[in-house]
């Protein structure tokens, strides 16, 4: 823009709105500022502009084509319960217009334990659906054509055994294995920075990740045997140049890993795919993925300059973020959902999950899945949006932030290499600091309303509506799974499972790979749990290591009057009691989701209290005992799976066992409006949905302590 | 109020004596004096644990080590009281206590206790009431007292006093920084661990121990400590170290030095004892108050001495 023209154009938004434009800059979620105009000046420095669709660095595409060629996949991911009943689920999803299927594992599974397993308790079919043994997955794909209908399977830490039971389920509906097509998530590194769902210590879950890809490479040429994950990391509260980074710099780890292996580049990186999250800041979302193409064929080219331009592309699986719905005002999230599909799409997604709305509150009923899916069919069909490839390209604004991503994930990326790689990044904890800070200074925006969420923290609406929500029965898909389990023990030849269990486990101490072994025993009729407590003995099962950053809070709301209000009560407490208000903030059974509790031991922290954090995966009696030596006054269970309707009341058991009934009990997460009256008849005394604002919890804490004679303890 | 309580810790009530430290730590007075009722109610059942103190910067892993240890006591049938010490905010006061997440066999098994506290109102590595805290998990029966310190490293006396064993835990390639920090420690220490000698780190691990050990023969000739790699991942070291803790313990008993470094530990405590309840009196004094702060002016402004205006206090309250 010329001189003469700049100038202009400030004279006339002065004259609109009495502010010149540099006053009128926003900033994203993320903080990053953002002009109100950009004009050709801003392309400057933008590389790769006139480069087409399907060709390097395919920042506008991976097929020259793109949805004029072949619409993206619906993939919806989904599982419940029992086998059966997902089975059901599924084939109306197909029926329904869907492409794709995506299993979702009950937590049990992820975990490679059996439903019968006493850690299961309370999560067997809650998440997802519960898997057992191969017999579990016939049941699951019973009438489902495995060598037709592609299967994506989030899972990673029980990989070999699901893996295993997916091909031999395969094998006797008698599908070959060249015509199997799907993905399994099979990124583990990602589950020690964030989601936490792994079972064996870092170095032997990379080693299995790479056995699973090496096998794939040569035994199912259609399957992409990982899909490298960034959405878990923007749930947990990444920004998008930190999803970016983090995600490539996992994926040249797996690519190193495999490598060293004498694997040619070009035998595993065509079949390498990922998946992202799609928020709610339109834009980014949509050059997010434009950059994450683009970064990702430039890396790959400087670092292993492959012959086969197809290991150059990055093909991705999108779903809308999980942490964008919000329990209040529910129909909202279709909106949201719907606004995040477009960005996927205009992003340039090869699949996509559409999230339901009422998933804040619990798994999708019919009606939302079916509403969901919709939001994809009509953006396919009616909106005349898949017609053009990479439409926005070419936008100053656009192709500004694609570049600015891109060169900002090279900085994350430049920062964990510094570090030693993304392994001891890890293991150092600076990879989870840099997300777990991002997160609490997101929270912090939220809380104080600077970033608006509507019926949240700004437009709040008091109707609460109530919907019909899926509600799984966990003790009863427990006692159908130990029946099936007595069956599978009766009918199968014991001598063979102990025999194929030992080959296994001295597989996975001379270092060969470990899917051949794994086939061998699931056709055995070996257990989830069985394959991988084998593998358990040789590994060790991993601790986990969580961390929680400190401060966020106290710099972000220093000057706030109602913060320092909340600070002084807090002191006061202090007083009275003879020591700081202390908290136990713990998870009950599998679930490793634990930004939430995460955030809020910082905040609480932060106000002045002694915050205890547990182990993750703790049972009630763990987390009663830890709650009894640390005297705590009050207890806050985090619940994100939806099994608290059992382990609460085993917790209130063992807390009266100790003698520790005064306890004050509350619980933050996901709970169903439902559930909330059994909660407080049982003797929960507050329940926080997603979305509470951290100064409302802490006040609504401070209050019951305030109006407790002498706060819990003996000792005040 | 003071025998039930004592009563129901003694019979290993885990209740009983999450409150009783709760007591011990109290800033309240009443709470106090109802501590010490306890104490002197549980004092001759008191005494019997090897008490054993890590110490070492932070990210050396002293919580994965205790971790360890603690099993292997576990496995030798103690029972295992674990006191964790984390730092608390000097502008907020407030604490984030999250070494049992680090501690996952210890949580999972019911013959630990584990309870973390705030050094809120300690300089040191150790939190107000450690000291006691030891008797209460001695009366309550636990063998093995395991105390994690700070990783401050600057107040070695202070969790010296609290310990029969104080255990030192260093990494291969530490900056100079802790180096710094740790020299005092080291003059200090019964053993001095390197952590983390497993994978790619073993090599270097073993070569530090053994530049540690020579230092150490010249540093304490007389009795220099044990020293060793170690790895809580590989278990490498850690069934030596849990012996070599039984034969000191056992070592110290029939030497009788057990009994003379808990006395000197207890004439230390009696001692900053003294002083802070002299403290206590001056503070609370209407004579001393009127005179502090002008004694403490004519020592801001140079005009006075610091030792001859304690001495003019002094009077002041007792009398020449």
Known sequence: MSEESRARFRQLVQAETGKPPEELTTRTPAGVERKLLYEADDLDGVAHLGALPGEFPYQRGVRASMYGGRPWTIRQY???????????????????????????FDLPTHRGYDSTDERARGDVGKAGVAIDSVEDMKRLFDGIPLSDVSVSMTMNGAVLPIMACYVVAAEEQGASKSSLSGTIQNDILKEFLVRNTYIYPPAASLRICADVIEHASSALPKFNPISISGYHMHEAGATAALELGLTL???????????????????????LSFFFGIGMDFFTEVAKLRAARLLWATLLRERYAPQDARSLELRTHCQTSGISLVAQDPLNNVVRTAFEALAAVLGGTQSLHTNAFDEALALPSDASARVARATQLILQHETGVPGVVDPLAGSYFIERLTQDLADGARQVLAQIEAAGGMVRAIESGLAQRLIETSAAERQARIDRGQDVVVGVNRFKHDDQSSFDLRRVDAARVRELQAARLAELQQSRDGARVTASLAELKEAAARGANLMPPTLAAIRARATVGEVSEALAQ???????????????????????????????????????????????????????????????????????????????????????????????????????AGAHDELLPALFRELAALGAPEIQVIVGGIVPAQDQPALLALGVKAVFGPGSALPDMAAALLGLLESTPSGAGRGG | MAAELAARLRSGDRRALGQAITLVESTRSEHRAEAEALLAELLPSTGGAHRVALTGPPGAGKSTLVDALGSQALQAGQRVAVLAIDPASAVTHGSLLGDAVRMQRLAASEDVF????????????????TRESVLLCEAAGFELVLIETVGVGQAEQAVRDVCDTLVMLTLAGAGDEVQGIKRGLLEVADAVLVNKADGALEVAADAHARELMSALSLLRPGAPPHVAAVSAVSQRGLPELWRWLGERFTDLRQRGELALRRQAQLERAFDSAVTAALRARAAADPRAQQLWPRLEAAVRAGQLLPTAAARELSAALFGV
Request: charge should be positive; include cysteine.
């Open chain 2, 114 to 129: 584990l309870r973390a506290s705030s050094n809120l109102g300690t300089l040191g590595g150790t939190a107000p009431g």
């Open chain 1, 249 to 271: 710099a996992d994926a040249l780890e797996y690519v190193r890993a495999v490598s060293e292996r004498g694997l040619h580049i070009d035998r595993f990186a065509p079949r």
């Open chain 1, 78 to 104: 989904a599982g419940f319960s029992t086998a059966e009943e997902s089975n059901a689920f599924y084939k109306q999803c197909l029926a329904g217009g869907q492409k794709g299927l995506s299993v979702a």
């Open chain 1, 538 to 640: 040789v590994f060790g099962r991993h601790a986990a290591m969580s961390h929680a950053v400190r401060g966020v809070y106290q710099m972000q709301f220093q000057a706030d009057e109602g913060w320092q209000k909340l600070r002084a009560r807090t002191a006061a407490l202090a007083g009275r009691f003879g020591r700081q208000p202390r908290i136990l903030i713990a998870k009950l059974g599998q679930d490793g989701h634990d930004r939430g509790a995460k955030v809020i031991a910082s905040g609480l922290a932060d106000l002045g209290f002694d915050v205890d954090l547990g182990p993750l995966f703790q049972t009630p009696a763990e987390v009663a005992r830890r709650a009894v030596d640390g005297d705590v006054h009050l207890l806050g269970i985090s619940s994100q």
